[in-house]
């Protein structure tokens, strides 16, 4: 019979801590705080000595984003506006500017001290935050104080929480996940204005940064705010309360989700099919990750990585004594509480959803729920899989005496669980047989079976020694059990964890030198740019760079004016007629309408400097098309009549370009072009100086999207694109200065020049 989870509550609150005074309580609450920080600093170990850091996208694409984001507001500047990527392009129209996180705020507090060490600590913060909440959320629901740390430490670690931390902004959004619950239930069970201003803050923090897990926490908190509705006795006022919360969440988030709106309709982002889905939907075998430690090759003896889609989504880990007590659990009579059944059904969900375009659920979904088809990702749901396996673990009654359910019953929960977990396993098999790694496999079995075995002695022990240990002792060393695991498998070293001191551009992120490693050859790069008018605050010339670190969005850190970068959204104009690419990883490739350097798009941009990474030319088979397209770049520009090598030492091989135009020039009806100054250069404000003896269009070679607005000598005038992407307005005397304003919010924009 299923109990509403406030009556178990006040039923175990009648038997048991009735019995307790608020001391106890406190002093019970204090010490699962401080086992939780505890097991965090062990799990995050790596980070907080700045040994390692976080990879791939947390390196590539959202640090150097936080990194402008902070230095421009420290400089006095909105960062609305990001000129160091693709020419330019919006920030609070990016679904992941990173503008208001914890992140930011980190970063504009510390100032000069804020680097990628702090990046990676404020990530993982934000697990601990909501590791803290998802405990005291749960400890309503559970009878004893050792779930809710065991689900607090999967929380931390487990699945996506450690192989998914590159994706930050989805890691802020996870993280807030707990918080959000805890904030509903405390406004659905007394509702009050200031509760509800608290969801609405919690869900205001979520939706500030609207990624796919925020889009999809609608659907992942809906039962558990059904649940909370039906138990409060003032389900009227609770309903009101929760419906002024969302309304206030969305009238904060106002400015920005408009902003987000009108940047999406231009971008790229329009044109995702169902078929952009299929290399983020899990197979139905990454099923048995669950509880397999390091398989895929993410640790042990392997023959490299072998995962079936991608390294960081295909791991969902959450250790082998989490998994005991998941089982054990179900084998237990008694009445049922709602929340592990709402987790139970709502983790299958969850992973039936992460499997994509492998189930027709997806597609039904992409097609029929408004707003899938902007995301791409279904393996973000294993997110809400790991919260909900958590919030299971928290609340589950294993810990406490209960009678065994009679015999069939305990066959049927067998046979389910064999099924579950074997299916998995023989459909792995096929896969590791398919592609040559059973070898590998057996290693992972080997592994799982001295993981088990390991548990199984200490849980002989245990109860060999039941008299003279007590309960809370051995439920604190099976939390520790579960550290240990979840540590030496993929946390604290591995591809999820490299050395910092391997890594030159993570070196040049980090504000202390690094034993052992070698930066100085990129720190020369980057030296010559600031020298040669290519960085800072008011920069004249651009630069692209193929292959190494500077390929990607590293300028952007530096304030290096680049023609590339990295950021999944772009604009389409800029994309039809430059190519908005991640040249760290990617191969270059000119468009139809600009094919080469030569190009007159090239030349608006003040294209000045082409940098080749010296490791993708004298390596270059090993870099495949990447390799083998940046000598037929540089043979290009060898043969051309306007383009020269200089003799630079660095990490880059660089070519001055003689072909590009000023930074801005005033084009007259006949075509011609002349010179204009650029007296002032800031993120959301260009002012330009032209002097000539007629009218003109005054056109900058920075990009134009929605929001940019001009005035000529105070005056509002209209701004139009220019070739479609440039930014432009028309002088009518020949002598003016022309001002261009980026205003983000559609319906905080006005015409006036002040």
């Known amino acids: 019979m299923l109990v509403s989870d406030t009556e178990i509550a006040r039923r175990r609150a009648a038997a048991h801590i009735g019995r307790a005074s608020a001391g106890e309580l406190t002093e019970r609450s204090w010490a699962g705080v401080f086992v939780i920080v505890v097991a965090w ?19 590539d694409e959202f640090f150097p984003q936080v990194k402008f984001v902070v230095s421009s507001i420290r400089a006095g500047q909105a960062p609305w506006w990001n000129p160091f990527i693709y020419g330019g392009q919006p920030v609070l129209g990016d679904p992941q500017g990173m503008i208001f996180t914890l992140h930011t705020l980190v970063g504009v507090l510390t100032g000069p001290l804020f680097d990628l060490r702090l990046f ?29 740390i065991l689900g607090a430490v999967v929380f931390l670690a487990g699945g996506v929480a450690t192989s998914r931390l590159e994706h930050v902004p989805q890691i802020v959004a996870y993280g807030l996940l707990p918080i959000q619950l805890l904030a509903l239930r405390a406004t659905c069970h007394k509702p009050t204005a200031l509760r509800s201003t608290a969801l609405a803050c919690a869900l205001a923090a979520g939706l500030l940064n609207p990624n796919q897990v925020v889009f999809l926490s609608a659907l992942g908190l809906a039962p558990f705010a059904v649940l909370h509705l039906y138990e409060t006795p003032r389900r009227g006022w609770a309903i009101l309360a929760s419906a002024y919360a969302g309304a206030l969440a969305l009238l904060i988030d106002a400015p920005a989700l408009s902003a987000i709106g009108e940047f999406v309709k231009v971008s790229n982002r329009a044109a995702l099919g169902l078929d952009a889905s299929a290399g983020s939907s899990l197979p139905l075998f990454d099923a048995a990750s669950v509880y397999l430690p390091g398989l895929f090759g993410v640790h042990g003896r392997q023959s490299g990585l072998w995962a079936p889609t991608d390294i960081s989504q295909d791991y969902l880990y959450i250790g082998i004594v989490p998994m005991v007590v998941a089982i054990v ?10 929340i592990p059944l709402i987790c139970i059904g709502s983790a299958v969900w969850w992973f039936v959803f992460s499997m994509g375009v492998n189930t027709p659920v997806y597609g039904f979904l992409f097609h029929h729920l408004p707003g899938l088809s902007a995301f791409r990702r279904p393996a973000d749901g294993a997110y809400f899989l790991n919260l909900c396996v958590a919030l299971w673990l928290a609340t589950s009654p294993t810990f406490q005496r209960a009678r065994v359910p009679r015999a069939g019953t305990c066959v049927v929960i067998a046979a389910l669980w064999l099924l579950a977990l074997g299916t998995p396993f023989v459909l792995l098999m096929r896969h590791a047989s398919a592609i040559g790694h059973v070898g590998d496999l057996l290693v992972v079995c080997r592994s799982f079976g001295n993981r088990f075995a390991a548990l199984l002695l200490v849980l002989v022990v245990l109860y060999a020694c ?21 540590v030496t498998v993929g946390r604290i070293s591995g591809v999820y964890v490299p050395v910092l001191r391997d890594n030159a551009q993570a070196i040049a992120y980090v504000n202390r030198n690094v034993s052992g490693a070698q930066a100085l050859p990129l720190d020369q790069t980057i030296d010559f740019l600031a020298t040669h008018g290519a960085t800072g605050f008011n920069p004249s010339v651009r630069m692209e760079a193929l292959g190494g670190s500077l390929g990607a969005s590293m300028p952007m850190a530096f304030r290096v004016l680049s023609t590339q970068g990295y950021s999944p959204i772009t604009l389409r104009s800029y994309n039809d007629l430059i190519g908005a690419q991640n040249l760290q990883s990617a191969p270059k490739q000119f468009t139809s ?24 030319l004298t390596r270059s088979a090993n870099f495949g098309e990447i390799g083998a397209t940046a000598k037929r770049v540089r043979a290009g520009l060898s043969d051309s009549g306007w383009a020269r090598p200089l003799e630079v030492p660095g990490a880059y091989e660089i070519w001055e370009l003689q072909n590009a135009r000023p930074r801005a020039t005033a084009v007259a009806p006949d075509g011609t072009e002349s010179a204009c100054d650029v007296i002032s250069y800031e993120n959301t404000k260009v002012s330009v100086r032209c002097q ?13 999207a929605p929001g940019w607005m001009s005035c000529v000598d105070g005056k509002p005038v209209d701004t139009q694109p220019f070739d479609g992407v440039f930014r432009s307005a028309v002088v009518q005397n020949g002598n003016a200065i022309v001002t261009f304003r980026y205003r983000p919010v559609p319906f905080l924009r006005s015409t006036s020049c002040d």
């Open 41 to 59: 600093a062990l799990l995050n170990f790596q980070f907080l000595r700045g040994h390692a850091y976080i990879p791939w996208d947390s390196l």
């Open 120 to 148: 990676d600590i404020t990530t993982v913060a934000m697990e601990l935050l909501g590791a803290l909440a998802l405990a005291r959320y749960a400890r309503q629901y559970s009878g004893n104080p050792f779930t809710p």
């Open 329 to 338: 659990a179900t084998f237990q009579r008694r009445r049922a509480p709602a």
């Open 466 to 486: 039941r008299r003279f240990v007590a309960p809370k002792w051995a439920g604190l060393l099976l939390i520790v059990l579960t550290v240990v695991d979840l």
């Open 593 to 616: 309408v600009s094919p080469s350097y030569d190009s007159p798009a090239y030349q608006r941009l003040s294209l000045r400097y082409v940098l080749i990474d010296r490791e993708t």
């Open 692 to 704: 000539a003896a007629q009218a003109r269009r005054v056109v900058l070679g920075d990009v134009y």
